[in-house]
C-alpha cells in the first residue's frame, strides 16, 4: 500500500520525474525525433503529477515547477486515432483526456501570474495550453458519452458511475447547468456511495445557483428553491462532510440575500469550528448581520428625529435594543472568522475583506484603536497588504476602501486619550497622498478621486450619527482637529471640497432641524460655508482651478450651507441666481425645493413656504412670469415617465405631499385644515393610482407611513396604501402632467 511509504515514495517520484526530464532534455539536445524523448516525457509528467496532488508543501512546488516546464500534454485521444468500439477503451480515451486537461490547467495557472505577462515566451506557451486544454476538454466530453453509449448490463456500475461523474463535471465547466443537474442529480440521489456522487451533488448544488445568477432578479423564486432542496439533500445525506459544509455556506448566503439573518445564524451554528468552511461562512454572516444594522440604524434615526414617520405601534425602545444587539453579534461573528482565518497562515481576498470590513465596524463603533491595530498588523492588516502590493489586496476597490477605512480610523483616533497627535496626522496625510497618487495613474483618475472623497463625507456622517451620544464630541473634536491642519496650508481643489463636504456632513450627523440645533452642529455648518466661499473665491481668479460645472455644484452647497444656519434669505438668492442662468439644473431646482420645505417648519408665519416648496417661487419677468424656482410639482412633471431620473420623481412626489401635511397641520382654521388634509391624500393617491409601484420597497413605505399620518389628522383609520384600492381607479392626468400641482396662491 502506497500509504504505507508516504513521504518516501513521494521523493522517489519527485526524483524520477526530475531525472526522465534531464535525461529527455539530453536526447532533445542531440535528436529531436528520438522516440524515447516522449516516453520519458510522459513518465516524467506523470509521477510529478501524482507529486502535485499528494506531497507536502516543498515537493509540490517543485513538482509542479517539473510540470510547468514538462508542458502540456499529447495525449493519444488527440488527432487521427478511431474512435474506441469498447467501453473500457472509451473511458480510458476520457480519462486520459481529462488528466490532460488538468495537466494543461496546471501549467496556464503557473504561467498567468503577474510576472509572466512580459515574458513573450511565457505568452506563447500559456496560448497552447489554453488552446491544449479545450482540445482535450472537447475529446473528454466525447469519449464520455461514446462511454455511456457502449455500457451495456455486463459493465461495471462504479465504472459507469465514474464517466457519469466526469460527464457532470465537464458540463459544468461548459456552463451546461440544465444537463450537469440532470445527471448530476441522478447519480447523488440513485448512487450516493458511488465514487464522485458528493461531487455531482455539489456541482448540481452549483449549476442551480448559476441557473439563480442568469434568472432575471424578480423571477428567481424556483432557482432559490432548487438551490435550498439540493443543499438541504446534502445536509442530510452527508451530515458532517466537507460537501456539507459547504452546502451550509451556500444556504447561509441564500438567506442572507433573503435577509433571514436568523436563519443565516442557525446554519452558521451547524458548521464545525474546525471546518475549513466556518471561517468564511463566519465573515459573510457578520458581514451581512453589519450591514443590516446600519440600514436599519439609519430607519431608526430618521423615525427618532421625525423626517420619516414612524410606523404605527412601533416601540422605538425595543427596537434600539434590538439594533444594539444586532451590533454585538456582527461584531463578534465577523471577529470569530477573522481569528479563524488567521490561525490558518493563509492570505487570500476573502480574509483581506473581512479584515477590512472588521475594521469599518471598529471605526464605526468608535473603536478607533481597534481598528488602527488591526489594519497595521504585520500579517494580516490590509493596510499592511496594500501598501506592499500583495496579489490579496490589487483590487482597486479593496485599496480604495482600505484607504478610506484607515484614514477614518486615524481622524477618529484624534479625539481619544493618549494619541500622539502629530504623529497620527502625518499617518492621515500619508494615507491622502498614497490615494491621490493612486489615482493619478488610474483610468479616470481624477472623476474617481472626487468620488471617493464624496463617499468619505459620507463615511464619517454615518461614523457620526451612529456614534453614541458620550462619543460624539470627543470624535467631532477628531475630526476638527484634522480638518483644521488640512484646510491652513490646502491649496488642491479636491482637498478643500472634501473638506467642506466633511463639515457639511459632520454637521447634518447631528441634526439639521434649526429650532433644536446644537451650537456644535452650526459652527460645523458656518466652517463648510467659509471653505465653499474660499473656493468660489479662488475660482474668481484662478479659471484654471474651478470648472464652471464644478463651481455650480460648489454654490449648491454653500446654499445648503447657509440654509442649516438659519440664513434662508442669502441660500435663496444663491439658488435662484444659479436658476435663473440655467433652470434644468436639476439638483439646484431640488436643493430650492427642500429649502422652501424647511423654511415652512421654522415657526408661526413661515407656513406659507411650504406652498412655495409645491408650486415654487421668484417670478421671472423675462419669461412671462414664470416661477424661477419651480418647486415639487413641477419637478415631479419634468422627471416623470423619464427612468433617468426616477428616484428624483418619487421624491418630489413624496415631499410634495409632505409639504401639504405639513401646511395643513400648520392651519388654526378647522376648514382649511381638513381641505388640505384631504389634497394630500389625494397627492398620494393619483401617484399610486399612476404608479402603482411608488418607487419600491422603501419608498413605498414612506408613502404608507406619511398616508397614515393624514388618515389619522382626518379622524380615519389608519390603513395606509391599503385603503387606496378604491382609489386606484381614478380618472389619470395626461402623461404629459401626470400630477396636479394646484395650490393656493403664496403671497
Not at 424556483?222 to 459547504?246: C, T
Not at 484603536?369 to 476597490?397: C, F, M, R, W, Y
Not at 463625507?457 to 450619527?465: G, H, N, T, V, Y
Request: hydrophobic fraction near 40%.
Amino acid at each position: 500500500d502506497e500509504r504505507d511509504f508516504g513521504d518516501e515514495l513521494m521523493k522517489i517520484r519527485l526524483a524520477v520525474a526530475t531525472a526522465s526530464k534531464a535525461y529527455a532534455d539530453q536526447l532533445k539536445a542531440k535528436n529531436p525525433k528520438d522516440a524515447e524523448i516522449r516516453r520519458l516525457t510522459k513518465t516524467g509528467r506523470d509521477f510529478a503529477n501524482k507529486v502535485s496532488k499528494a506531497g507536502d508543501s516543498e515537493q509540490k512546488k517543485e513538482a509542479q515547477k517539473l510540470l510547468v516546464a514538462f508542458g502540456s500534454a499529447e495525449p493519444e485521444t488527440v488527432g487521427n486515432r478511431p474512435l474506441p468500439k469498447t467501453f473500457a477503451d472509451a473511458k480510458t480515451a476520457a480519462t486520459e483526456s481529462m488528466d490532460a486537461v488538468q495537466q494543461a490547467n496546471l501549467v496556464i495557472k503557473a504561467l498567468s501570474g503577474p510576472g509572466t505577462k512580459s515574458d513573450k515566451e511565457a505568452q506563447g506557451r500559456l496560448a497552447e495550453n489554453k488552446q491544449q486544454a479545450a482540445r482535450s476538454q472537447a475529446d473528454a466530453m466525447q469519449y464520455c458519452r461514446l462511454a455511456l453509449k457502449l455500457a451495456d448490463g455486463e459493465t461495471d456500475l462504479n465504472d459507469v458511475n465514474l464517466v457519469r461523474y466526469l460527464l457532470v463535471w465537464l458540463l459544468y465547466g461548459e456552463k451546461n447547468y440544465y444537463d450537469a443537474i440532470v445527471i448530476g442529480d441522478f447519480l447523488a440521489r440513485h448512487y450516493p456511495e458511488s465514487q464522485g456522487a458528493r461531487q455531482s451533488a455539489r456541482i448540481a448544488l452549483a449549476s442551480y445557483q448559476g441557473l439563480y445568477g442568469q434568472a432575471e432578479e424578480n423571477d428567481r423564486e424556483y432557482e432559490a428553491q432548487q438551490v435550498q432542496a439540493m443543499a438541504d439533500y446534502i445536509l442530510k445525506k452527508w451530515p458532517g462532510s466537507a460537501e456539507a459544509d459547504e452546502a451550509l455556506g451556500t444556504l447561509i448566503v441564500f438567506m442572507i440575500r433573503a435577509k433571514k439573518l436568523d436563519q443565516a445564524l442557525g446554519y452558521l451554528a451547524k458548521i464545525p469550528v474546525d471546518s475549513p468552511q466556518r471561517g468564511e461562512a463566519e465573515l459573510k454572516t457578520g458581514q451581512a448581520l453589519w450591514a443590516s444594522y446600519l440600514e436599519n440604524s439609519k430607519r431608526l434615526r430618521e423615525w427618532q428625529a421625525g423626517t420619516q414617520p414612524v410606523p404605527e405601534g412601533s416601540d422605538l425602545e425595543a427596537q434600539k435594543n434590538d439594533l444594539e444587539d444586532l451590533k454585538n453579534k456582527a461584531r463578534q461573528t465577523l471577529s470569530d472568522g477573522v481569528e479563524r482565518m488567521r490561525k490558518t497562515g493563509e492570505l487570500s481576498r476573502v480574509l483581506a475583506t473581512a479584515v477590512l470590513s472588521l475594521a469599518q465596524l471598529y471605526v464605526d463603533t468608535s473603536e478607533a484603536g481597534k481598528a488602527v491595530s488591526l489594519l497595521e498588523d504585520g500579517k494580516i492588516g490590509v493596510l499592511t497588504l496594500v501598501e506592499k502590493n500583495d496579489p490579496v489586496a490589487q483590487d482597486d476597490a479593496v485599496a480604495e476602501e482600505t484607504y478610506k477605512t484607515a484614514l477614518r480610523a486615524y481622524i477618529s483616533a484624534l479625539g481619544g486619550s493618549g494619541t500622539d497627535v502629530k504623529q497620527t496626522i502625518d499617518k492621515a496625510r500619508k494615507i491622502m497622498d498614497s490615494l491621490k497618487k493612486r489615482m493619478a495613474s488610474a483610468p479616470q483618475g481624477q472623476q474617481r478621486l472626487v468620488s471617493i472623497f464624496v463617499s468619505l463625507a459620507q463615511d464619517l456622517k454615518r461614523q457620526m450619527e451612529i456614534a453614541e451620544p458620550a462619543a460624539k464630541g470627543a470624535l467631532g473634536e477628531g475630526f476638527e482637529t484634522f480638518l483644521k491642519e488640512v484646510a491652513t496650508d490646502a491649496t488642491e481643489l479636491n482637498t478643500l471640497n472634501w473638506v467642506g463636504d466633511t463639515y457639511l456632513a459632520m454637521g447634518e450627523a447631528l441634526g439639521t432641524n434649526l429650532r433644536s440645533m446644537t451650537p456644535q452642529a452650526k459652527g460645523y455648518f458656518a466652517k463648510s460655508a467659509e471653505i465653499y466661499q474660499r473656493i468660489l473665491e479662488k475660482g474668481k481668479s484662478d479659471t484654471t482651478f474651478l470648472p464652471p460645472q464644478t463651481a455650480t455644484a460648489i454654490r449648491i452647497k454653500l446654499a445648503k450651507a447657509k440654509k442649516y444656519t438659519g440664513d434662508y434669505i442669502a441660500a435663496r438668492d444663491i439658488l435662484e441666481a444659479i436658476l435663473k442662468a440655467a433652470p434644468t439644473v436639476l439638483p439646484a431646482q431640488i436643493e430650492a425645493a427642500k429649502l422652501y420645505q424647511d423654511w415652512g417648519g421654522t415657526g408661526k408665519g413661515q407656513e406659507q413656504h411650504y406652498l412655495n416648496g409645491i408650486v415654487g417661487a421668484r417670478p421671472d419677468k423675462d419669461k412671462a412670469g414664470k416661477n424661477i424656482i419651480w418647486g415639487w410639482g413641477e419637478i415631479a412633471r419634468v422627471t416623470a415617465n423619464n427612468p433617468q431620473f426616477r428616484e428624483q420623481f418619487y421624491d418630489a412626489r413624496y415631499n410634495l405631499a409632505v409639504c401639504r401635511y405639513q401646511y395643513a397641520l400648520a392651519q388654526q382654521d378647522s376648514a382649511k385644515k381638513k381641505e388640505q388634509l384631504s389634497r394630500a391624500k389625494s397627492d398620494i393617491a393619483v401617484t399610486a393610482g399612476l404608479y402603482p409601484e411608488l418607487g419600491g420597497d422603501e419608498k413605498k413605505k414612506q408613502f404608507d407611513g406619511l398616508l397614515r399620518n393624514i388618515q389619522k389628522a382626518m379622524g380615519e383609520t389608519a390603513e395606509g396604501l391599503r385603503s387606496l384600492k378604491s382609489l386606484s381607479a381614478t380618472a389619470a392626468p395626461a402623461k404629459t402632467t401626470p400630477v396636479s400641482t394646484s395650490a393656493p396662491s403664496a403671497k
